[in-house]
Structure formats: structure tokens, C-alpha cells
């Protein structure tokens, strides 16, 4: 009861903070994290550990699979050799390289020990990635690579450690039996991410005009597969991360605009409060884990964590700007007509964001607490308190140093923001789309509509189709849109709903070609919802007069 209470009073914090987060101009997982520490002091809360298990059951699963539904699997496609290269190999590099500076550095660190500790700091985290860099204008392929690289790496790390782990309770480890198991690991995760989306996929084409139910499956699919996965001793994390791919590729064929639409708002207060708590927790936990130390030796330690913090920073940018030079000679050996996408790709501009964006959070925590108190022959673990603490101060100096000046650096590169392009491909699909109504009206347009209704419909999407093409002034727009939103007689109604899905079906022809990037498609899509709910509303108002 008395840990349920301690939940309630988080949950009223992170709400007040949320109300202020915007003035207040920093980072939420930065704010949030701060807040934890300074309550974690306060004498008259007691002392909230965070549980591991909870973390890998109850926060992980939503969060990744929540990021990987709204990723954009086209865009992943493309950028996958960057994806992987950071969420694979530089976290086995890191690891190695963060083993290599503990082991020699830090006194009584075997290398078993440094090992861990790698694994434990080397996965940047999806959340902070994703919430320190929204609305700072990056471009789709920097944030794609960002994002797609925290939902990856976390698998590599936890595999990673659970040898490391193993290697320091048993005493042994052999590297061609680790890298076998780790193929295996991954491939089972993937796979049977696969399989869980694809039956689920299935259930809700089965499911009809039941939106809740919908809702209820959705919140229900991360812990499916991340428990099917971790049953058959695969990675879990692998299995939610390709479910949410999948479904979030086959969404506009198996969910209802009033799915979408409720959807949409439940997860997205879910994953307010589980970010929020965990954040929270994370910062909860320091007073937790230096009552182990003696004063006289936190500086020293804290002078460790500062070290092991500067070995993965320096690292990571080593790292991504020696690939962003490879794989940019490589690019630079193609057709001329991929130039601009050359420029793009080995922009030192965009390397350095990537670079630099290497926040680590809730995993790099949870993993660290969930190290084993005994060893198999029953004795303690060994340096177990110096190891949560580094990854502590990894963690804070990681969200402080790089979430703070992640917008100045952005600022002092004269980066601009990408919203004019962003505004200017959803223009040009409106106008494809309102281009091919018009071609659908005077062509297989279905319904019997009396002649007047017909010629209402075709003058909207024409002066629509005007102005658009045009790029009249937005008092002309507005006047349209308000011309447009008459009280529509029966015939009308029907007439639009139809044209609705129609546009559905374009908008599932240009997501399956690539036309035009998922940005653009689905706020086209979130239209849709809407004009069609209002739609619907009015429907039933006329019969029920």
C-alpha cells in the first residue's frame, strides 16, 4: 500500500510538471530525471527501488513497441546498414571499448566485470532519443536513423550482458558459442515477432466496428510477443519492435478511423505516464545507491563514472563519422542522378546530430539493478554497488550534457528546420489526391446521385483542386473550406464517404509504392479520420430526423 501511495504521488508530480514542461524549456527526460533526484532526498518519502523485472515487463514492451508503430517501415527499409550498424556493432564496440578503460582504469574491475558494466552502458535509450530530439526540426532521415537505432540495440546489449553476466557468475565463456546464441536469439525474435503480427493482423480484420476491443488488442500485443519470444528464449525485445513494423505497415488495411482515432489517445496517455514514471524512478534510485559508499569515496567514483561516460561519448562519434565515411565512398561510386541523396548521407552536419545523440536511460538503469545479488558458488557479486553507481552517473551525464546541448548544437549549425519541405510534399499529395477525385467522379464514381449533388461534389474538389494548384491566399482557402462545410444533404453525405474511401484506398497505393514519406500519409490519413467521424455524425443526425 505504502509503494502504491509513492505511485500516486509520482504520477500528480509528473502531471503538475507537465503543465510547465513547455515554459520551463528543458528536456523532459532531463526534467523528469531531475525531479527524481530531488524527491528521491526528501525525508519524508521512503526509498522506491526500481524493479528490473517490472521494467523488462511492464514499461519495456509498450514504449518499444509504441516507437516502432509509429516508424515508418519504408523509411527503416532505407536506412537499415545505418540502423544496424549503430544498434549491432557499435554496441559490442562500446561494450568492448567501455571494458577496455574499466578494466585498466578502475581498480579491482576483472575483465568479466568490464564487461558488464559495457553491456550495462553501451545502448543509448529509445525513449530519451525520441522525446530529447521532437520538434527541433531534424531531418526524416536523422531522426529515422535515431530512432531506429534505440529500437534495435537494446536486443544487442541485453544480450550482450546476459553472457557477460554468465561469464561472471560460471567462471567461463567461449566467444563462438556466444556469437552462435546470439544469432539465434535474435533470429527466434524476430521471428516470432513476425508470426505474433501476422496472427494479429488477422484478428483484427476479423474484428469489426468494435473500436474498444480493437484498443484493448493493441494494448494487449507488446506483452504477447514479448513474453512468446522470451519463453523460447529468444529476444523479446526483437519480437515487439517487428511486431510493431509489421502492424504499423498493414495499419491502414485492419484499423477503422474510429479505432485510429481512440487508439491514438489511449496510447498516447499511456505513454505519457510510463515515460513520466520511469523517468521519475530513475531518478529516485541515486539516494538508494550511495548509501553503500563511504563520502571520502564518491568523489573517486564519481570521477570513474565520469571517465566511462566520456569513453562512450568519444567513441560513438568516432564511430558513426568513420561509417558516414564509408559508406559516403561508397554512395559517391553511384549513378550521378543520387547525388543529392549522397549529400545528404554524408552531411557532417547530420553525422554530428547522430553522433552526438547518444542519451542513456530506463534499460542501461533497469539492467544494472537487475544484476545478481550471489554468484553459483553463493558468495556476492563482485563490485555489484560500483557498477549501479557508474551507470548511474552514465546515465545522468549522457541525458544532462548531451540532451541539454543537443539544441544549442543543432542552434550553432545553422540546422533549419524541415517544415517547409514537410509542408510542401503534404501539399503536393492534397493535390494528387484531389487530382485522382476528380478523375473518379467523372469516371467509376459508383452512386446515382441527382444531378445537382453531383455537380456540388465535383465543384468542391475543383476549387480544392484550384487553389491548391494555384497557391491562392489563405483567406480563399479558408472561405472554400468554410463552403465546403454546409449542412450536406443525404446524397451528399453518402457521395463523400465514398470519395473517403477512395482516398483511403490512394493513400495504401502511395504507402506501398514510397511515393511520398510517412509523415505526409498519415496526417492525411488523421484528416480522413476526422472528416469521416464528422461525416458519420451528421449521417445519423439526418436519420434520426
Known sequence: MENFEIVIFIMTVLIV????????????????VLVGLIIGFAPFLPHLA????????IFLPPILYDAAIKTSWLDFKKEIRSIFTLAVTLVFFTTVSVAVAAHYLIPGFSWPLAFVLGAIVSPPDAVAATNITKGLGL??????????????????ALITYRYAIAAV??????????????????AGGILTGLVIGFILVLAHKRIKDNATVETSLTLLTPFVAYLSAERMHSSGVLAVVTAGLLISWRSREIFTYETRLQTKVVWDTLIFLLNGIVFILIGLQLPLIIKNFEKNTLITIMGYGLLISLVTIVIRILWVFAGAYNQGRLLSKKNNSL???????????NVLIVAWTGTRGVVSMATALALPLFLSDGSNFPQRELILFLAFIVILVTLVVQGLTLPLLIKWLNIKPVSQLQKREEKDLQLLITENI?????????????DSVMQQLKKRYEVNFNLLSHNRNRNRVEK???????????????????IIGFQRELLLKFQKEGAFNEDAISKAEAELDIEELRLNTLTEKKEEK
Not at 476528380?438 to 441527382?450: A, I, W
Open 339 to 349: 547525388q543529392e541523396n549522397v549529400n545528404d548521407t554524408i552531411s557532417w552536419k
Open 480 to 498: 472554400a473550406e468554410k463552403a465546403s462545410q454546409l449542412i450536406f444533404k443525404k446524397h451528399m453525405l453518402a457521395g463523400q464517404l465514398d
Open 169 to 186: 557468475v560460471s567462471g567461463t565463456f567461449l566467444i563462438w558459442k556466444a556469437s552462435l546464441e546470439f544469432l539465434l536469439v535474435s
Open 438 to 450: 476528380l478523375q473518379y467522379l467523372n469516371g467509376r464514381f459508383p452512386l446515382e446521385l441527382d
Open 17 to 32: 510538471l507537465s503543465v510547465f514542461a513547455d515554459k520551463i524549456k528543458l528536456p523532459y527526460p532531463i526534467l523528469l
Open 50 to 57: 526500481l524493479n528490473p523485472k517490472i521494467v523488462f515487463l
Open 139 to 156: 531531418s526524416r532521415k536523422v531522426i529515422t536513423i535515431i530512432e531506429g537505432e534505440s529500437l534495435v540495440n537494446d536486443a544487442s
